[in-house]
C-alpha cells in the first residue's frame, strides 16, 4: 500500500507532533497543581528530561503517548503498515532509551513514574489514574537522594596588602 500524501506533506505532518506541552503533559500537570504540588517541567539536568518533576518528593514522572514508546495491549498502539522496518527499529530505541533512563534516574535515588496516553484518555480513566498518580507521590518516600551541597562562598584578601602578616600568632623577634 503507497502512501496517500506526498514525502513533503508527510514530513510537515511529521513535524507538527510536539515533544513538550503535549495534551496529556497538561492534563497531569493542572491537576498536580490543582492539588497543591509544585514542580518543574523539562528538567534538563536529569536523564531524560522527565516531563514532571518533583523534587520534594523525589518524583519523576513521565507522561508517554501509546504510538511513539510501543505500549502493548492498546488500541493506540498500531504500527503503521508502511516502512514497517523503520517504525519497528524507531520504537524499540525509544523503549530502550527509556529503560536506560529509568535506571539511571533509580540508581540517582528518584522514583520513576510513567503514565500512558491512554491512561487519561477518558474522563473517568483520567479521575482514577491521577488520583491514584498523586497518592503514589504523596505517600512514597524519598530513597537515596543525595542531599544537595552548598556551595560556599570563597572570600578573596585582595584588599590587603603583600607584606600583610596573617598567621595564628604574632611574630616574635628572639
Not at 495534551?23 to 536529569?46: D, Q
Not at 498502539?77 to 527509556?98: E, G
Not at 480513566?125 to 524519598?142: A, C, F
Amino acid at each position: 500500500m503507497t502512501d496517500r500524501m506526498t514525502t513533503e506533506e508527510r514530513h510537515r505532518c511529521m513535524a507538527a507532533i510536539k515533544g513538550k506541552d503535549t495534551k496529556p503533559e497538561m492534563i497531569v500537570r493542572r491537576y498536580l497543581f490543582s492539588r497543591g504540588l509544585r514542580y518543574r517541567v523539562n528538567v534538563k539536568k536529569l536523564p531524560g528530561s522527565p516531563d514532571i518533576v518533583l523534587k520534594k518528593y523525589g518524583v519523576a514522572v513521565f507522561i508517554d503517548g501509546c504510538f511513539w514508546h510501543g505500549h502493548k495491549e492498546c488500541k493506540y498502539y498500531k504500527l503503521p503498515s508502511t516502512n514497517i522496518d523503520f517504525w519497528k527499529a524507531k520504537v524499540a530505541k525509544n523503549k530502550a532509551r527509556d529503560y536506560v533512563n529509568n535506571v539511571d534516574l533509580e540508581l540517582e535515588g528518584w522514583r520513576v513514574i510513567r503514565i500512558w496516553e491512554c491512561e487519561i484518555k477518558t474522563k473517568e480513566q483520567r479521575e482514577e489514574r491521577l488520583s491514584k498518580l498523586y497518592d503514589e507521590i504523596v505517600s512514597g518516600t524519598r530513597i537515596n537522594m543525595p542531599k544537595r551541597k552548598r556551595k560556599k562562598k570563597i572570600k578573596y584578601y585582595d584588599d590587603y596588602p603583600d607584606d600583610f602578616n596573617v598567621a595564628a600568632e604574632p611574630e616574635v623577634n628572639y
